[in-house]
């Protein structure tokens, strides 16, 4: 069992040029972590919060690739810091996770069990290879992790949960869903989900919540090259995302109506997909011109914003917020350390900044204005599916498709380009694949809401 030990100090010169995050003592089996540093005027001071963080994972990070199997933190470890050692402790190799472990606190155990459980599931979603997780298989899972942590505050009987397969629906008008995954052998669906724990019928719906689960993205004839195309079973990290939201602030007391809403499908080429070209007319009297059908996830989550829209009696509720990986502009614009958040609403967004910003998580606020929407227009159309001005902003021009299937859409909706739910390469502090980023400050936006 190694030790991992705290200093209130710098990193000793000694180890400096070895490993600036820790240092290892075999004899004593330890590892000591430095949470010191020398400011301008040479006197030590205390690591920022971001700081200690980021150490924190690559502690974690350095445990799990060392040869040592168990590890104990100690006890002035803080749920934020161990949190975050257990965000770099994760491993997504399924076949190699139970190969070490290490023991927390208990001062903070109920606390990071809760977290750090809902954490765990989003992230081994989104890592689960697209052979087995279908759009259905998906839409099962989700309906599991709410159940069981509705079941864990005595709420299993506030979830109601509504399924449309393949057969159902064009009968109930989600044509994108249907559109884009009519061309693959694992047929899409649509999951409504709805969280009530006043178990009042006539209850308002105060938040929807909206994901894109595209279990796996070819590009569809619009062909994506194999280097992009072979980490797309992440592009369901939206729905990932939403649902693991709605779990934890389940878990954490939410006490308001909310509906979850995923758009389950995958993107495949077949005799049977969708063609550049094809026009899709929706219900709510837009019609949309596929120009290029790797731009799908906006598609398939106009179903979904059109029926969040209408959820709450009938009328839209106060707020919307979607998360998609819907596209590679939003990734251009802030990399993969951010999210990016779109919305016409801005004290909403400066609310959600003020929560990431106590949660540590990047969010970052990408332009979007009314202009952005007579981008997309088409000759042929109401809307095509991507920019028609040249060099437009594509994560911009995304979101203002989106927007006509919003009911009101310049106030109470926030769109999330979820630009960090993946890591293909992984660093120093996280591992590759899922981040799990995001969760923490949505969920904590959602039970907090008013």
Known sequence: MVQIKVVKAPVPEYAQG???????????????????????????????????????????????????????????????????FAQGFYDPRFDKRDEKSFTIPESVRADFERVNGHMTFLRDLINEHAESLTPEKLAEKAVARLKESATSVGKESALTVNLTNFDQLLSHGFVGVHTVGRGSVNKPCLLEVDFNPSGNAEEPVVVALVGKGITFDTGGYSLKPSDSMSTMRSDMGGAALMTATLALAIASGLDKRVKLFLSCAENMVSSNAFRLGDIISYPNGVTASVDNTDAEGRLVLADALILASSCNNGVRPELIIDAATLTGAAK?????????????????????????ELTRELFWRLPFAEFHRQQITSPYATISNTGSVVQSAGASTAAAFLSYFVTDYQKGWLHIDASSTFNRRGGANLAFGATGKGLQTLAKFLVEYK
């Open 18 to 84: 070895v490993n600036p995050v820790l240092t290892l003592n075999e004899q004593e089996q330890s590892y000591t972590v430095y949470v010191g540093k020398k400011n301008a005027q040479g006197e030590v001071e205390k690591l920022s919060v971001d700081e200690r963080i980021d150490l924190f994972q690559r502690l974690g990070r350095t445990c799990r690739q060392s040869n040592f199997k168990e590890f104990t933190l100690p006890e002035e470890f803080c749920l934020r810091a161990t949190l975050a």
């Open 332 to 356: 251009v614009a802030v990399g993969t350390d951010y999210h990016s958040l779109l919305s016409f609403d801005t004290e909403l967004v400066n609310k959600l900044l003020a929560t990431a």
